[in-house]
């Protein structure tokens, strides 16, 4: 068999005649060398693209974190800001709620009542609503207006101009 026909068809798998007139082991006082594993060829890669990516990456680096401390601090003003903005509308809302409650007491209503020509109702009656049945005296308010009532200042009166 030619070395083209061992290599190719059904024939590529068969071992191949061995020539026998070699000897398998070296003749006395020949040895054969070692077989070791050739180093690999070194490879020439260039260092300029790598040490700019390198460069780059960590002036990136860098940049990106004095950007991101710069946020935080600029963040941080505006939060002080907002925070003293929340006090001075939380002591606003104090004086705004003590003012609406001291007009709400009773004794500033009745007296804004009188202002405005209110007189004090008589004892009440009451409707019962399911039988309709009426429970206590209805009496008109027999108080005389105060003096300072709107209807008596000329400044309420409808104008015709």
């Not at 001291?102 to 202002?115: M, Q, Y």
Request: hydrophobic residues 40%; neutral net charge; aromatic residues 2%.
């Amino acid at each position: 068999m030619t070395h083209a026909t061992a290599t190719r068809g059904a024939n590529a798998l068969r071992d191949s005649p061995r020539d026998t007139t070699t000897p398998s082991r070296p003749a006395p006082g020949r040895e054969q060398p070692r077989l070791r594993a050739a180093p690999p060829v070194p490879v020439a890669a260039p260092r300029a693209p790598f040490v700019a990516l390198v460069l780059v990456m960590v002036v990136a680096g860098v940049v990106g974190i004095l950007v991101l401390n710069t946020k935080i601090n600029e963040n941080a003003f505006q939060l002080t800001n907002l925070e003293a903005q929340q006090v001075t509308l939380d002591q606003q809302e104090q004086q705004l709620n003590q003012q609406l409650a001291d007009r709400e007491s009773p004794n500033n209503l009745a007296a804004e009542a009188l202002k405005l020509g209110l007189v004090p109702a008589g004892t009440p009656a009451f409707i019962r609503l399911p039988d309709g049945r009426v429970l206590g005296v209805p009496q008109p308010a027999t108080s005389a207006p105060s003096i300072t009532s709107q209807a008596d200042t000329p400044s309420a009166a409808p104008s015709g101009q």
